[in-house]
């Protein structure tokens, strides 16, 4: 039993840093880093605050991301038994 919790929690936990990285890091874009840099030095924090939260959003509804920490709470479940 050990080893099948030790295995799902892995497995889970895995799956949990992908989902974070292409959710997160993935809707960001590769023009949104460079577009960071302007050379004119325009803060417009209102919309840097919308996109943190709809990169938020999109992590919260992400249905491997609530597959991932069930399985991580299953498998601590399974090691306490």
């Known amino acids: 039993m050990q080893q099948i919790s030790d295995y ?3 497995g889970s936990l895995i799956v949990l ?3 974070l ?6 809707s960001m874009g590769a023009s949104n880093a460079t577009g960071n840099l302007d ?3 325009q803060q417009n924090h209102k919309s840097d605050l919308v996109k943190q939260d709809s990169i938020i ?3 919260y509804k992400s249905y491997f991301v609530w597959i991932s920490i069930t399985g991580i709470v299953i498998s601590i479940v399974i ?3």
């Not at 990285?21 to 993935?26: N, V």
Request: overall charge positive; aromatic content about 10%.
């Open 39 to 41: 050379l004119q030095m």
């Open 79 to 81: 090691s306490k038994v």
């Open 8 to 10: 799902l929690f892995m």
């Open 17 to 19: 840093v992908v989902t």
């Open 57 to 59: 959003s999109k992590i």
């Open 21 to 26: 990285l292409f959710k997160g890091l993935g």
